[in-house]
């Protein structure tokens, strides 16, 4: 006996396509989430990520007083409009995914940057909204040091409209010496042209940390 299969039709604008009915839409998967976030991590344990990492511009740099990993990034070193984004991303989750495990703690140096460095506001979001809960949750402190007008802003927009969950997080310093307070001097490797805009800036030895185990965002 030859079973007759019936066609049901979608109309969409001028074309009418017709598909089986025992198609059903919950047989088409939709990645969630966690699936995305994987498939990049798989990624980025696997490619050629050299582009991004010879810049020198993300790296992690010692712990700080209370014993969490320092990540250091460097704004002027990050050619936004000259770089592969999505091989950025992957560095990022390359470098970050075995640190976020526990608390840690960013220090942004905006030191002499320029819109050269700045990327798109969409692209940060897209990077916010790709990365999972624990890079949000084991975030304790976000340091911008040397902010400018932009920091400003866009750390406003960003806690209000975004991320408020991390807003009491970030602290914006003025020099490199208000960092000592939660993180050792030696325990900070940071490029000569921040410290050298830092004494011409600021001069030597402006601020006399205080030397305990407490911290800003402990």
């Given at each position: 006996m030859?079973?007759m299969?019936?066609?049901?039709s979608?109309?969409?604008?001028?074309?009418?396509?017709s598909?089986?009915?025992?198609?059903?839409?919950?047989?088409?998967?939709?990645?969630?989430?966690?699936?995305?976030y994987?498939?990049?991590?798989?990624?980025a344990?696997?490619e050629d990520l050299?582009?991004?990492?010879?810049?020198?511009?993300?790296y992690?740099?010692g712990?700080?007083?209370?014993?969490r990993?320092v990540?250091?990034f460097?704004?002027?070193w990050f050619?936004a409009?000259?770089?592969d984004?999505e091989?950025?991303?992957?560095y990022l989750?390359y470098?970050?995914d075995?640190?976020v495990?526990?608390d840690?703690v960013?220090a942004?140096f905006?030191t002499?940057t320029?819109?050269n460095?700045y990327?798109?506001l969409?692209w940060?979001?897209?990077?916010?909204?790709?990365l999972?809960y624990?890079?949000k949750?084991?975030l304790?402190?976000?340091?911008?040091?040397h902010p400018t007008?932009?920091?400003?802003m866009?750390?406003?927009?960003?806690t209000?409209?975004?991320?408020p969950?991390?807003?009491?997080?970030v602290?914006s310093?003025p020099?490199v010496?208000?960092?000592?307070?939660?993180?050792a001097?030696?325990?900070?490797?940071?490029?000569?042209?921040?410290t050298e805009?830092?004494?011409?800036?600021?001069?030597?030895h402006y601020?006399?940390?205080?030397?305990n185990t407490s911290?800003?965002a402990?």
């Open positions: 030859t079973q299969v019936t066609m049901e979608i109309d969409l604008s001028d074309a009418t396509i598909i089986p009915p025992e198609i059903q839409v919950d047989q088409i998967h939709i990645e969630t989430p966690e699936e995305r994987e498939r990049l991590l798989r990624r344990k696997t050299s582009e991004v990492s010879g810049i020198g511009c993300l992690q740099s712990v700080d007083r209370l014993g990993p990540v250091v460097c704004g002027k050619p409009h000259n770089i984004l091989k950025a991303l992957l989750i470098l970050l075995p640190i495990k526990g840690y960013i942004y905006h002499l320029s819109s460095n990327p798109s969409q940060l979001k897209d990077v916010y909204s790709i999972p624990k890079y949750k084991n304790k402190a976000f340091y911008i040091v007008f932009w920091t400003k866009m750390t406003w927009w960003f209000t409209f975004m991320a969950a991390i807003k009491t997080k602290h310093l020099g010496e208000h960092l000592y307070s939660a993180i001097k030696d325990q900070l490797e940071i490029p000569a042209y921040i805009y830092d004494m011409a800036t600021n001069g030597i601020f006399q940390p205080i030397t911290s800003p402990s």
